[in-house]
């Protein structure tokens, strides 16, 4: 199918290992591929418990005693299709189709994240006219479910210090830097009364927010519906005497809440004072956010009267933790204030028999930013006699001011572009983070070609893209003596 693309042996190699079912957690037919791949070729390859696959080759004539190189993609893709899809995509290839101008899948996610960062490097290694210095092939398994490929590498496999992740999706971009996280979760200790006569229950819900990943739309003004509802109901506090009876909202740390509701129980007498504050400040918030929030839709409903709520002390103390809790943007990078450096997102809140539990992730491209904001965090829940656990903890991956392979990439893209490239951060996670744990003192870029909608079956990559950024990276290697 893609026999007429350029570079024939890139595309050639990604239409073999796109025969090869390899979703994450099915890693292992396309590591013995590899595997086969360099014993064919007489490299000499590593395949570790994990599935990663190492492959090692000589550096070229006038490169035999430069520095290594590692050249690193991941061996996993995403399994998506669309409901109409038949396909078992465990044991089913998928279907490749091209147009000259794009590559994508029938139906399905395409692996061009970060297949072709494996057909890239299988091409270089298979070449005997591309000049280059010792190679390490690192393809790891596993990372778009958790890095555990990365997480479990052995760092003593590496000679070379320098690295090329080539996981990036956007030519022209150089990424120098990653995020790392942390997952805080809170437990706020309820306690309940019975609901006695004379009293009724008012409900309000939110839905229809916008949402988004918590690391890279963290910076698009969207709001976080827990901290709106929290918002409404401190409002209609000040007015009338309330008593939450439920409230509930995201259910993943790594998603800005887009939906959350809550049931209030206020005496019958005030219940009409109640709902007019309410609607004052669904008018409020709509005028503040419609913009940034067009589907918004905050409604007033009127639910049974719940049989317990929670005292009025501790409706005040969960109004107040939500209200006033750390969330959002908490400071940008020094070389580029468009960069979000480190944030928090408190996207789980789940109202248990005992306790109101809140999840937040926090993410930062430095070690002290994640540090700071996890102890005034952890200050803020404990202050409120919250309890507080770190865990799933993963590291960043920092911005270095000297950086000669940076260098070298930025020299090596002015001269085939004509332009100086954009170097970036992402505000999200790669495993260059926990790369830059297990080689110490490692220097890292990561690029990659156009690719568009990756995990999802409208992926697609661009061919002209695949052949300029191969290109760069030959001319990249040219240079590494
Ligand atoms: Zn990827």
Not at 113 to 139: F, K, Q, R, T, V
Not at 411 to 418: I, L, P, S, T
Request: glycine share 8%; aromatic share 8%.
């Amino acid at each position: 199918m893609l026999e007429n693309l350029k570079p024939e042996k890139v595309f050639r190699y990604f239409e073999e290992i796109s025969a090869i079912p390899h979703g994450s957690g099915n890693v292992g037919a396309i590591a013995d591929y590899c595997v086969k791949f360099a014993e064919s070729r007489g490299l000499e390859a590593i395949r570790d418990d994990h599935d990663n696959v190492i492959i090692y080759a000589d550096g070229t004539e006038g490169y035999e005693n430069s520095e290594p190189v590692i050249l690193q993609g991941h061996l996993d893709m995403v399994c998506e299709k669309r409901d109409s899809c038949p396909k078992n995509m465990e044991t089913d290839p998928i279907t490749l189709n091209t147009d000259g101008e794009w590559v994508w899948a029938e139906d399905t996610t395409l692996g061009g994240d970060d297949g072709i960062a494996i057909a890239y490097i299988l091409a270089i290694l298979d070449s005997d006219n591309i000049p280059h210095p010792p190679i390490e092939a690192l393809l790891t398994c596993d990372e778009e479910t958790g890095m555990y490929g990365a997480e479990g590498l052995d760092g003593a496999l590496f000679e070379g210090k320098r690295l090329i992740n080539i996981d990036s999706e956007e030519e022209g971009f150089i990424t120098v830097s990653c995020a790392g996280g942390v997952r805080v979760a809170c437990e706020y200790p309820l306690e309940f009364t019975e609901v006695a006569g004379g009293f009724t229950a008012v409900g309000v819900s939110i839905s229809g927010f916008t949402g988004g990943h918590s690391g890279v739309d963290i910076n698009k003004n969207r709001l976080n519906a827990h901290i709106t509802l929290a918002s409404i109901l401190n409002s209609v506090s000040s007015e009338v005497e309330i008593f939450i009876s439920d409230i509930k909202g995201g259910s993943k740390t790594n998603v800005i809440p887009n939906s959350a509701s809550a049931i209030i129980i206020t005496e019958v007498e005030n219940r009409y004072t109640a709902v007019d504050a309410i609607n004052k400040a669904i008018e409020l918030w709509n005028g503040e956010y419609s913009a940034f929030e067009p589907d918004a839709k905050i409604t007033v409903f009127y639910p049974d009267i719940p049989k317990k709520c929670l005292t009025r002390a501790c409706t005040d103390k969960i109004i107040f933790a939500l209200l006033q809790s750390p969330n959002g943007i908490c400071s940008v990078m020094k070389n580029d204030p468009e960069m979000v450096k480190t944030s928090l997102n408190m996207g789980e809140l789940t109202f248990g028999n005992n306790s109101l539990e809140l999840g937040y992730l926090i993410r930062s491209n430095s070690l002290s930013g994640k540090k700071l904001i996890v102890e005034k965090l952890c200050s803020f829940i404990a202050f409120l006699g919250g309890k507080a656990t770190l865990d799933s903890e993963y590291p960043s991956w920092e911005y270095r001011e000297d950086s000669p392979l940076r260098d070298i990439m930025v020299e090596a893209f002015k001269e085939m572009y004509g332009k100086e490239p954009v170097i970036t951060s992402i505000h999200a996670g790669l495993e260059c983070g926990l790369l830059s744990e297990k080689i110490e003192n490692a220097d890292m870029v990561s690029i990659g070609p156009d690719l568009e909608n990756v995990h999802t079956p409208d992926e697609r990559m661009n061919v002209a893209s695949v052949e300029r950024t191969f290109n760069y990276l030959l001319s990249v290697l040219k240079k590494l003596v």
